[in-house]
């Protein structure tokens, strides 16, 4: 079989497997918000929950969810950027470094109930905080930050090392050099690892039910960081798995559309400054 042959035959596979994929993810995404989009309106959106009566909203639990999701990454984010750094720019290779890399790379692969369990005992139980806010926020840091540490050290070990030697050739500090020249060229691959990490914060749910709890404050929007803390997804749970509400599915059906919506606007919201970043670098590189 002659080699042009066995290339038409392999773009046809890899065309064929990508089609296939996005015809899956189309028709998923397209379910859920045929089911759900005619759900959603502004009492759905903003208004109270219910426990037993139809109508009710989702109004605290959407506010929940992006108030974990920023204090989790408030959390994380300066820790995970720092270790990136470090391990980038500053550790050598050997075997302190090799354990931190191998740690982080093992955290990132522990199922999010093992990490709830463990939220649960530390903070919820030994610390005292409770079934709140700031618990949900401080286990949900730890699923943030072993992929923001890789990613972050990816980013900042993708940067030239001639960027380096010339800000070092004109007379700049290691730290300066980091801050200015290398830091600035590895933001759109920082921001495409954040995207990716608050995307995923933003659907969890297990670390949530036993962190933040299933309930909410009766005060909207509360801001106390010792409130109960139900979320979005864990709201979907708790309705479809022992609510009471009779338009329980109607109920599911905007939240997932509520959810893939918000997901989608994230990503655009971040995605977009960090392709223009990204083209910028590529143009000053060229």
């Known amino acids: 079989m002659s080699a042009k042959i066995i290339n038409k035959l392999a773009n046809a ?3 064929s497997a990508g089609i296939l994929i996005l015809a899956i993810l189309a028709a998923f995404l397209l379910y859920i918000l045929v089911k759900g989009i005619p759900v959603l309106s502004w009492n759905f959106i903003f208004g109270m929950p219910s426990d037993i009566q139809a109508g009710g909203g989702v109004g605290p639990q959407l506010f929940n969810s992006f108030y974990i999701l920023f204090l989790s990454m408030l959390f994380s984010f300066p820790i995970a950027v ?11 290779d ?24 463990f939220g649960m005992i530390i903070f919820v139980d030994l610390m005292g905080v409770g079934f709140s806010i700031i618990g949900g926020s401080l286990t949900l840091m730890l699923l943030n930050l072993p992929v923001l540490v890789r990613v972050t050290e990816e980013s900042v070990r993708s940067v030239p090392g001639y960027y380096r030697e010339a800000s070092l050739a004109l007379g700049a500090t ?13 933001l759109p691959g920082i921001i495409t690892g954040l995207t990716l990490t608050a995307g995923r914060a933003l659907g969890e749910s297990a670390i949530l039910i036993f962190t933040a709890g299933t309930t909410v404050s009766r ?3 509360d801001p106390d960081l010792f409130a109960a803390g139900e979320t979005l997804a864990v709201h979907l749970w708790y309705v479809m798995a022992i609510g009471l509400v009779p338009d329980r599915i109607d109920i599911a059906n905007g939240i997932s559309a509520l959810l893939i919506i918000t997901i989608l606007m994230f990503n ?6 960090g392709k223009l970043l990204q083209r910028r670098s590529t143009s000053t590189q060229r």
């Open 219 to 221: 005060n909207f929007p």
């Open 94 to 117: 050997n075997r302190w470094t090799d354990m931190i890399r191998l740690s982080t790379e093992s955290l990132a692969t522990v199922p999010s109930i093992v990490l709830a369990l």
């Open 268 to 273: 655009l919201l971040f995605l977009i400054p």
């Open 82 to 92: 720092g270790a990136g750094i470090y391990l980038a720019e500053y550790a050598g």
């Open 13 to 15: 596979v890899f065309w």
């Open 174 to 186: 290691k730290w300066q050099t980091i801050w200015r020249v290398v830091l600035p060229n590895a």
